[in-house]
């Protein structure tokens, strides 16, 4: 396996009132919101990285972007980071899916200016919007929305690009359209990463699958082996109710 992101020992604290609590995630007045994780991302694939709401998981992905430090621990991240939000509205900027992807590579010293409106092209036919590109961007869909923010991170060259809830508020069509461009990233030799707690969506698009509880890595392994674990026992809605295969788990 050749990792795209490395971690190793990745811990973060917030010291808290009680500095006399003790036991569980608050030691020595410090609530530990990671708390010594190793983890390799392999380049190439898909993983989803799935906790309840609390588990860590947001910031662990912040600090894999580079937006966050850890107080102790190593970060090797090998290759440029996009961070795709859960609130695609609040990434887009553009009157126009044109626009909005020119805007995130404008000043940027790779991209000469005769070179942004190709780069800007192929990012749009690269996610299914080419047709879009000059139409107001507050009229796209939620998963088209979704998708013009996967196109600024391609124009960018990020070769890691992590999705954060990328479900929320979409409609069934949207979620197929999202999905459909998460499947073929790896072919586009980008290393994806989903950070959801909506299983039932997404696993079989990915190889590999973590989960994060209260701070700390309790899972590491391949969906099919994730789903003979105690999901439910760290705050996960088991994916297989409803459904007997894992093949099932992927809405396209």
């Not at 662990?60 to 107080?71: K, Q, R, V």
């Not at 070769?159 to 999905?179: H, R, W």
């Not at 461009?181 to 994806?192: C, E, S």
């Not at 590491?220 to 105690?230: H, I, V």
């Amino acid at each position: 396996m050749t990792a795209a992101v490395h971690l190793e020992g990745i811990t973060k604290t917030f010291r808290v009132l009680d500095e006399e609590a003790e036991g569980g995630r608050i030691r020595g007045g410090f609530f530990y919101a990671l708390d010594g994780i190793s983890l390799d991302i392999e380049r190439g694939v898909c993983t989803v990285i799935a906790g309840a709401n609390g588990s860590g998981k947001s910031l662990l992905m912040s600090i894999i972007a580079g937006l966050e430090e850890p107080d102790s621990g190593t970060v090797e991240v090998r290759e440029k980071t996009g961070l795709v939000f859960q609130d695609a509205d609040s990434q887009i900027l553009g009157e126009t899916p044109r626009e909005d992807v020119a805007i995130g590579i404008r000043g940027k010293p790779f991209a000469r200016k005769a070179e942004i409106p190709p780069l800007v092209e192929a990012s749009l036919r690269d996610t299914g919007l080419l047709s879009r590109a000059d139409f107001p961007s507050r009229f796209l869909s939620g998963g088209e929305k979704r998708r013009l923010s996967v196109a600024g991170v391609l124009a960018m060259n990020a070769g890691i690009i992590i999705f954060d809830e990328p479900y929320a508020n979409l409609d069934y069509p949207g979620i197929v359209q999202v999905n459909t461009l998460i499947r073929d990233l790896p072919a586009k030799n980008k290393t994806v990463v989903i950070l959801t707690h909506e299983l039932e969506k997404c696993l079989a698009l990915a190889k590999r699958f973590a989960v994060l509880f209260e701070g700390k890595l309790v899972f590491d392994g391949t969906p099919a082996e994730s789903l003979k674990t105690p999901l439910e026992d760290w705050g996960i809605h088991h994916p297989l109710r409803g459904s007997s295969r894992l093949e099932e788990l992927i809405w396209l």
